[in-house]
């Protein structure tokens, strides 16, 4: 059993990343920027744009930081995404989300010029990846086909199971899971609320991906031998064992679960760090025009 | 075990659409119009433009067909387009597949306005569709839906199994059987060439969706009781029993897995007929705006 150090991994692209901005510089080449808006004071929200504004600075990255009050009103946020569209300076642009209420989240993302939607979220990016051609592909399922591919995990007729069908996670990746590539060319099979014998399935599975969002669903009664299972879940629960007060649990049962597995996402350390890096490795991207 | 009867239900959609062309004209509205590009001289190609122009004819469309030699350059295609796209009487375009090699396919594609691509192959639409948001979806999968619905088949909770990932036919798929709606709901497990265990996958199947292009594919021994089997496959194959010397077939041993089925599409009859109507479909919509 070999658990998949997601720190590990995002360590080494971080560097990487680092080195190709260094070789931009030296060659008189433009910095790559990031540009972030934040609306509001969501404390999560914060942490997150936080955390990816000091990403930027880890590989040397230009950032922008576009803070808005809550009452700010949908025209002047899609007004300040036309500009940064316009801005050649600017190679990516996030919004963070949730939105206020009256600021409609599909307009704006809509409104993001697909060229610098590193987040992969624009209908373009979307109907791209589909079609197999390049594309900017959202953050986790990015990260997660990263994993796969720097530890060697084979994928081609596995029988791959996805629990979960999100826009951002479960459905992607059995997009990614199934085109013919590699990782890829799995037989997918995607779970949700209205499977029946989810427990029958996943046993049958060479891989579970697990996006779910309930604590230490999957068990290992629900697990075969060898199995590849990754974790995307993160669950914040009381615990009288850290000075916190709160741990953070996966969709897996980690600890009865891992024994069985040939490889495993630990939670936390193990889908989380790539979801940032994938930000970043779009970003560089962008300003490398690869993808358009 | 019933025979969806895909003649029947194309004739009455049809009908709704002509009643719904009358109505718009009653009103003074303008007539519903089509424009189809065809390209070179492929005998195939000309017969399927032929039937969608006289489908547009027998429901009260307008309908344009532009026909071009086969040396035709990229550029004076593109300009086409691009004037079609301009043109406020047009609702829909298609351009007939395939094109002569110097000629990017995926150019053209996106070159289509995406609200007049009722097709639905353009990445907006796909991505669209992924998303959940109102979007042209392709005429075959389009056409399989409607028969779900017109037949009241059950999907909630089914595990439905689709031989095939193309982009046009096995992918749409995939996403629009796993997605929160009717039809829909299903557990799906989409399988391909690289799949291991085809034949047990689809004995467990309460759903059979097989559009792999090899004739007469699925047998009875595939196929549980009670399946529902959708048979997007067609294949010209030699006969010395019919007149023409040839006969379709499609990817199921329709005589021994029909007797099985609580639903089965025949071949030709079944999702054939439904292609061009969904193609109506999405033309009429365009015209009444309900998409974008």
Not at 91 to 108: F, R
Request: one cysteine or more; charged letters at 25%.
């Amino acid at each position: 059993m070999q658990i998949i150090d997601g720190n590990k991994i995002a360590a080494e692209i971080k560097n990487e990343i680092a080195e190709a901005v260094t070789e931009i510089k030296n060659k008189g080449g433009k910095t790559p920027h990031l540009a972030a808006m934040l609306i509001g004071n969501d404390g999560a929200s914060e942490t997150y744009v936080g955390h990816k504004v000091k990403a930027c600075e880890q590989v040397g990255f230009k950032s922008t930081l576009v803070r808005y009050d809550a009452s700010i009103t949908e025209k002047e946020v899609l007004d300040k995404v036309i500009e940064i569209n316009n801005d050649p300076d600017i190679d990516g642009l996030i919004v963070q989300l949730p939105l206020p209420k009256h600021i409609s989240e599909q307009k704006v993302l809509e409104t993001i010029n697909f060229k610098k939607d590193v987040d992969g979220f624009h209908p373009v990016n979307v109907g791209r990846m589909v079609l197999g051609l390049p594309s900017f592909i959202p953050a986790t399922p990015f990260g997660i086909i990263e994993l796969f591919r720097r530890y060697n995990i084979p994928t081609e007729g596995k029988n791959c199971v996805i629990l979960g069908r999100s826009n951002i996670v479960g459905t992607p990746m059995n997009l990614l899971m199934s085109r013919k590539a590699y990782p890829g060319n799995c037989t997918v099979t995607i779970c949700h609320s209205k499977t029946k014998n989810i427990e029958e399935i996943c046993r049958n599975a060479d891989i579970i991906i697990v996006a779910m969002g309930i604590a230490e669903y999957l068990k290992a009664d629900m697990v075969k031998d060898g199995a590849v299972v990754i974790d995307v879940g993160i669950t914040r629960v009381k615990s009288d064992k850290t000075k916190s007060g709160w741990k953070l649990l996966g969709d897996v049962k980690f600890d009865e679960v891992a024994p069985k597995c040939s490889y495993i996402t630990p939670v936390p350390g193990g889908v989380g760090p790539m979801t940032i890096v994938s930000l970043l490795k779009n970003t560089l991207s962008s300003a490398r025009n690869e993808i358009y």
